[in-house]
C-alpha cells in the first residue's frame, strides 16, 4: 500500500520463527497443590519431523518457554521454564513448579515465545490446577 510517506506492507522475516505446532504432552491434566506448595510435571513433545530437524539445526534459538497460570478471569501470571525448546525437545523432563497462587482454581497452559514476539503460541491444552 503506497502512503504520502513511503510504502507500507508485509515483509517476510527469516529472524522470526513460530512455534503453534510444537506440543506439549504433560503427564497429568490435573494437578493439586497444597499452597505454597511446589508441584512437578513430566513433559514430552509431540512435534513434526520438519519441526523437529529446525529446532535441532538451530540451537541459538531465542525462546522463552513458559507456564501461564489463569482463573476464571484471565490470565495471572507466566512461570519461567528452565530449559530451551532444544532442550526439552530432546528428550522426558521434569519440571518442577512453584507458582505462589493463593487457594483456588486455575488453569495451566503451556507456551513458547519466539524472539521479536510479544505474545507466544499455546502449546499444550489446558491443565486443572487447584490449590488446596
Known amino acids: 500500500m ?21 506440543k506439549f504432552i504433560p503427564d497429568k491434566k490435573s494437578i493439586a497443590a497444597k499452597e505454597n506448595s511446589p508441584f512437578s510435571i513430566t513433559l514430552t513433545f509431540q512435534l513434526s519431523q520438519f519441526y523437529y530437524n529446525y529446532i535441532t539445526g538451530h540451537k541459538e534459538l531465542k525462546t522463552g518457554i513458559v507456564a501461564g497460570f489463569f482463573n476464571k478471569k484471565g490470565w495471572i501470571k507466566d512461570v519461567p521454564i528452565p530449559y530451551s525448546l532444544y532442550e526439552l ?5 521434569v519440571v ?8 483456588g482454581k486455575y488453569y495451566a497452559i503451556f507456551s513458547i515465545y519466539s524472539a521479536g514476539t510479544i505474545t507466544p503460541t ?9 490449590v488446596e
Open 96 to 103: 518442577d513448579f512453584d507458582p505462589q497462587l493463593p487457594k
Open 2 to 22: 503506497e502512503t504520502s510517506i513511503g510504502t507500507l506492507g508485509y515483509k517476510y522475516d527469516s529472524a522470526w520463527s513460530s512455534f503453534a505446532k510444537v
Open 122 to 130: 499455546h502449546n499444550s491444552d489446558k491443565i486443572k490446577f487447584v
Open 89 to 93: 525437545i530432546q528428550q522426558r523432563h
